[in-house]
Every structure is written in C-alpha cells, then in structure tokens.
C-alpha cells in the first residue's frame, strides 16, 4: 500500500497539470515598430497567434482618441509561424489591439504629432516672409505656434504666432547676418488633444 502512494501522488499531480494546461486561453500578441508617428504617416501592428499556424484569421480593433470603444480596422491572415502585420495611419492618438477567436491581446497605443510644414515665402537681406501649415485629423485654429531660431547654445524662441481658419499663418522674422536656423515647435498644450509636441522642418539660410 505504501508502495502505491508515491504512484498515486505523481498521477495527481499530472492530471492537475493537464487540466491547467487545457484551461490556459490560446494567446496573440501585438506590438509597434516605433512609439510615435507623425500625422499622415503610418506605423507598423504586428504580433502572433498561440498556435503558430499560417491561414489564422486576425482582426485588428482600433479606438481613437475620443472613441469609447474599440472598433475593427482590418482584417489580416497568419503567415509562416502565425507572424501577421498591418501598416496602420493613424489620424490621431489612436490604441490598438489584436483578436483571434477568443483571444484578444492587450493594447498598444501609436501617439501621433500634427504634421507642420515652413516655407520661405519671400526675403530680403536682412527679413524673411514665411509661411506655417499645421495638419492633423482637426482644426488647429487659434492655437499658437513657437518661431524659433535653432543655434549653437539652443532653440530660442523669436515671436509666437497664431493660426488662422486653415491652420496656418503667415509671418515675418529678421534674419540674422550670420546664417540663419528657423523651424516652427507647436508645443503639447496648443497641440492637445490627442497629439503630442509637433516640430517643423528647420529653413537654413544661404
């Protein structure tokens, strides 16, 4: 008889085994190729299935910033050893998850900065007359944006201009005898919300 309890032991201990293993949910995963994209680009959703199959059905589930839940965005299939990727757009702060069957990953969250573009509208020897266009998936229309002169020793901040109804402006900045560094920074609080700190291209002068 005492021969049998070891036995016995081990085969409880077996079938505890099991059943935990059967209960345990398949599982996908999700991730992002970078944590931040800005406006109008796209980012990289991939992840993987539980069983490691190619042919598995997955729907990706987005919620916006401001949505109150998630929502299918696409339908992808599984390739070799259950990999699966989406290229994604997102117009704004927008949380990402995965659904196999069941199973749903946890989510992930692609911050997007507003797109901003300068340009030199007209200069003379010593003033430039340039131009700021701030996109994103909503007007930026009285929000104000940072001039600022990119030097040696930092940024520092010219003058603060204020967008207009298109979600631009139009302005004028001496310039200086040296060569001159100027991009644009809209910072968080006038970006928000839903976007991060957005930075323009930087003119140089001749």
Do not use: C
Not at 25 to 54: C, E, F, Q, R
Not at 86 to 115: D, H, L, N
Not at 132 to 137: F, S
Not at 176 to 197: N, T, W
């Amino acid at each position: 008889m005492r021969k049998l309890l070891p036995f016995a032991a081990a085969i409880a201990v077996l079938g505890v085994a099991s059943v935990a293993g059967a209960a345990k949910p398949a599982a996908v995963t999700i991730s992002l190729s970078k944590p931040v994209v800005v406006y109008g680009n796209t980012v990289k959703l991939s992840g993987k299935v539980g069983n490691h199959k190619a042919g598995e059905q997955v729907i990706v589930l987005g919620k916006a910033y401001g949505q109150p839940a998630f929502t299918p965005v696409q339908n992808v299939v599984t390739t070799t050893g259950g990999a699966w990727t989406y290229q994604a757009s997102p117009q704004i702060a927008t949380a990402y998850e995965a659904q196999w069957g069941t199973a749903t990953s946890s989510a992930v969250t692609a911050k997007v900065r507003p797109k901003i573009m300068l340009v030199l509208v007209s200069r003379t020897a010593r003033k430039g007359t340039f131009g700021v266009q701030v996109e994103g998936a909503h007007s930026f229309e009285g929000k104000r944006v940072l001039v600022q002169r990119l030097t040696a020793s930092g940024p520092s901040t010219a003058k603060r201009v204020v967008l207009d109804s298109n979600s631009s402006a139009t302005f004028t900045l001496r310039l200086a005898k040296a060569r001159s560094r100027v991009r644009i920074l809209m910072p968080v609080s006038q970006a928000a919300p839903g976007y991060l700190a957005g930075y323009s291209n930087v003119w140089k002068s001749s």
